[in-house]
C-alpha cells in the first residue's frame, strides 16, 4: 500500500501525542476493517494553524496518491471536556485510513463518503474506549456526538449541506447499530456490519443510514 500512498508535505515536529493517538486510531480502524498494512500515519501529518481544524490535502501524482494530514493540538490531559481536537484528529485518520484503501484498490470516493464515513468511525472509536459499553452509554455518546452539533459552514452552502448530510447519516446508522446490536451485545455481528458499510460506495451508505 506504501506504493499507492505518499506524504505530500513535511512531519508533524512537535506532535508527539497527536500522532501516537493518530497511530493507535489508524490501526484500531485497520484491524476492524482487516486493511492490513497501513503507512506510518505520522509520516503525513502537520499542525494546524491558529484557528484552522483538520483538514486532509490530496494530490493525484498520477502512480500514487499524495495526502497530507493537518490537525490541531489536543488539549492539555486535564481537560476531560475538550472532546473536539480528539474528534478531529479521530475524523482525519479516518478519511486517511478510506483514502489509502481506496488507493491500493483503485476505487474513487467522493467527499460526502469520506464524511459519512469519518462520522461513523467517530462512534466507533469513542465507544471502544467506554468501560462497560451499552446501551445507554451509547445513547449517551451518539447524542453527544450528532445532536446540537454546531456546523462553521452556513445552511445552504455546498459545504454545510455536504456535513449536515453525513451527520445525519451517522446519526441514523449508528442508531439503527446500537438498537440491532449494542443492547443485545451481539459484537461480532455488529463487526461485521461495519466492515460492510465501510466497504459501500456512497449510495449504499446513503440506503444503510435509511434502513433501506
Known amino acids: 500500500m506504501t506504493d499507492d500512498v505518499r506524504r505530500l508535505d513535511g512531519y508533524g515536529a512537535g506532535l508527539i501525542r497527536e500522532i501516537a493517538l493518530a497511530e493507535r486510531v489508524k490501526a484500531g480502524l485497520s484491524r476492524l476493517y482487516r486493511l ?15 484557528e484552522e481544524r483538520e483538514a486532509v490535502f490530496v494530490r493525484d501524482a498520477g502512480d500514487a ?33 478510506y483514502l489509502a484503501a481506496r488507493a491500493e484498490r483503485k ?13 461513523v468511525d467517530k462512534y466507533v472509536v469513542l465507544a471502544h ?5 451499552s446501551a445507554a452509554s451509547s445513547e449517551r455518546l451518539r447524542r453527544r456526538l450528532y445532536e446540537g452539533v454546531s456546523y462553521v459552514h452556513d445552511e445552504g452552502t455546498h459545504e454545510g449541506e455536504r456535513y449536515r448530510v453525513a451527520n445525519g447519516a451517522a446519526h441514523r446508522f449508528t442508531e439503527r447499530i446500537e438498537r ?6 451481539r459484537v461480532l455481528a455488529m463487526r461485521e456490519e461495519l ?16 434502513g433501506s
Not at 474528534?87 to 485518520?93: L, N, T
Not at 476505487?107 to 462520522?119: C, F, M, P, Y
Not at 474506549?129 to 459499553?133: A, C, E, K, L
Open 129 to 133: 474506549g467506554v468501560s462497560g459499553f
Open 65 to 97: 496518491l499524495e495526502i497530507e494530514l493537518r490537525v490541531p493540538k489536543l488539549a492539555a490531559e486535564s481537560d476531560t471536556r475538550a472532546l473536539d481536537p480528539l474528534c478531529q484528529i479521530i475524523e482525519g485518520v479516518s478519511h486517511f485510513v
Open 36 to 50: 492490513g498494512d497501513l503507512p506510518h500515519v505520522g509520516d503525513f501529518v502537520t499542525l494546524a494553524e491558529g
Open 180 to 185: 440491532k446490536y449494542v443492547g443485545t451485545s
Open 107 to 119: 476505487r474513487e470516493t467522493t467527499q460526502l463518503e469520506l464524511e459519512i464515513q469519518a462520522e
Open 195 to 210: 466492515r460492510a458499510f465501510f466497504e459501500m460506495g456512497l449510495e449504499e451508505k446513503l440506503r444503510a443510514a435509511r
